[in-house]
């Protein structure tokens, strides 16, 4: 079955930096597009970001765009973001996801979940 399984996250001041990595297993990843997402206590799930299967493109919501990189190693099953000058707003569960099409900041249209890394900024 399909598994993706998120780590890097952890609790860093403002202003610090975090790379997440998200290790896919059970699909052809290089046909699927991955993303980014994250989801703070008592709000949606948000889009962050997302990259297309070849990894030619990419997009970002506007909060982080900037400071946070998406990219992807298909030869290792990998995609990661890399983030920067983190803000105490980006406190939140991250998590990556996995859809066969084109990247749409839209959570219900994924088809395949991680189960999250938390990722704390302190002020």
């Known amino acids: 079955q399909v598994q993706l399984v998120e780590s890097g996250g952890g609790l860093v001041q403002a202003g610090d930096s975090l790379r997440l990595s998200c290790a896919a297993s059970?699909?052809?990843?290089?046909?699927?597009?991955m993303g980014w997402f994250r989801q703070a206590p008592g709000k949606e799930r948000e889009f962050v970001a997302g990259?297309?299967?070849?990894?030619?493109?990419?997009y970002y919501t506007d909060s982080v765009k900037g400071r946070f990189t998406i990219s992807r190693d298909n030869a290792k099953n990998t995609v990661y973001l890399q983030m920067n000058s983190l803000k105490p707003e980006d406190t939140a569960l991250y998590y990556c996801?996995?859809?066969?099409?084109?990247?749409?900041?839209?959570?219900?249209?994924?088809?395949?979940w991680g189960q999250g890394t938390q990722v704390t900024v302190s002020s």
């Open positions: 996801a996995a859809r066969k099409v084109a990247v749409t900041q839209i959570p219900s249209l994924w088809a395949y």
């Open positions: 059970g699909l052809t990843f290089s046909s699927y597009a």
């Open positions: 990259i297309s299967w070849t990894g030619g493109s990419t």
